[in-house]
């Protein structure tokens, strides 16, 4: 089964991975493309390797902010999500101002939060991982606790049970594949938006500061070495959030709506 699934899952990224970086190595040197325009990913890889201990320091910083945004973001989101379910007064406050929230540009939100912390404070930066974070989990984790088979909760009032039983038997249950569903987004976007954070202020440590960096002194090999550490950075959150997805549940890496793999 493991065997299967490796074959299933994993080749075919990588063998679309391997054609389409040998595809741009090719086009570089048949069309003779200079380097301002399109790097050659052979040059990236040697950047990478030289650049291997300054690449990495910037990934601690933004994985950093990126872990912190993550977890404050699913942990508000699970609890809003709950509370939201309790209330619904509060559902038609906070789902509007939610969505509102969510619509504003990234830039906007950062530039408000660098006025209200120190230029050197990383603090802007994870609350801007936790808002997107936090929406992600919220619509995801509010749905799974709503949308349950009406014949389940029937049942359950049929014996009585109170609202209380029915969440922890019927609603949580039917909530966990769609939470791991929305952790498996919000891992990967948390560094996108950790990174991208960068572009606006604070101090100069991360992967975003160093990529537009040497992009704009015509380093274009160094910057790609840097987007190649967020690209690693973003999928190691992935495979993190699949991992923990598989050792929680029962039947391994599930869908929503379903109760397992």
Known sequence: MRLAWVTRVVLPPAVFGLVLFGAWELAVVVFNIKPYFLVPPSAIASRFVDNADLIWAAMRVSGANALIGLLLGAAFGVAMSFLLLR????????????????????????AVFNNMFAITSEVPRRLMVTLVVYFVVLVNVAR?????????VELMQSYAAGEWKILQRVRVPNAVPYFFTALKIAA??????????????????????????????????????????????????????????AVSTPGGVGEPGREGG
């Open 87 to 110: 209330f619904r007064a509060l559902d038609e406050i906070v789902t509007p101002l939610s969505i509102a929230l969510n619509a504003i540009p990234i830039f906007v939100l950062v």
């Open 188 to 245: 990967p976007l948390s560094v996108i938006t950790a990174f991208v954070s960068e572009y606006f202020g604070g101090s100069q440590n991360g992967l975003g500061n160093k990529i537009t960096s040497n992009l704009a002194t015509s380093k274009k090999a160094e910057g790609w070495a840097y987007v190649a550490g967020a690209c690693l950075l973003g999928l190691a959150f992935f495979l993190i959030a699949v991992a923990i997805e």
């Open 144 to 152: 799974g606790l709503r949308d349950v088979d009406a014949t389940h």
